[in-house]
Nanobody, 123 residues
Framework: QVQLVESGGGLVQAGGSLKLSCAAS????????IGWFRQAPTKEREFVAA????????YYADSVKGRFTISRDNANQAVYLQMGNLKPEDTAVYYC????????????????WGQGTQVTVSS
């Protein structure tokens, strides 16, 4: 099974940018769709964006469309989330997750998870 480690979180002012990274280890990385989810205090974990394995098809939550970009580097087994025009409501712990097959927006459908990285956007 794939193992995932996130990095790149931090504190940023509203309107700023951050780039999160998700490093994967294990075999057959291109078999996995990788998703980014986030969870703010007292809220349920919510879908942010996802990208399929071989073709690189992407899908975004409406709340981040046009501001965030997901990409992947299969040679280096990494997925990135470029976040721009950040807002205070983007503050959360961000997780990357992996599942076999097509994109899904339900966190329970993902099989492997990283430990998360904190993103804090100040107003």
């Amino acid at each position: 099974q794939v193992q995932l480690v996130e990095s790149g979180g931090g504190l940023v002012q509203a309107g700023g940018s951050l780039k999160l990274s998700c490093a994967a280890s294990g075999h057959t990385f291109t078999s996995y769709t990788i998703g980014w989810f986030r969870q703010a205090p007292t809220k349920e974990r919510e879908f942010v964006a996802a990208i399929t394995g071989s073709w690189g098809n992407t899908y975004y939550a409406d709340s981040v469309k046009g501001r965030f970009t997901i990409s992947r580097d299969n040679a280096n087994q990494a997925v990135y989330l470029q976040m721009g025009n950040l807002k205070p409501e983007d503050t959360a712990v961000y997780y990357c997750a992996a599942k076999i097959g097509d994109i899904g927006v339900v966190f329970r459908h993902y099989d492997a998870w990283g430990q998360g990285t904190q993103v804090t956007v100040s107003s």
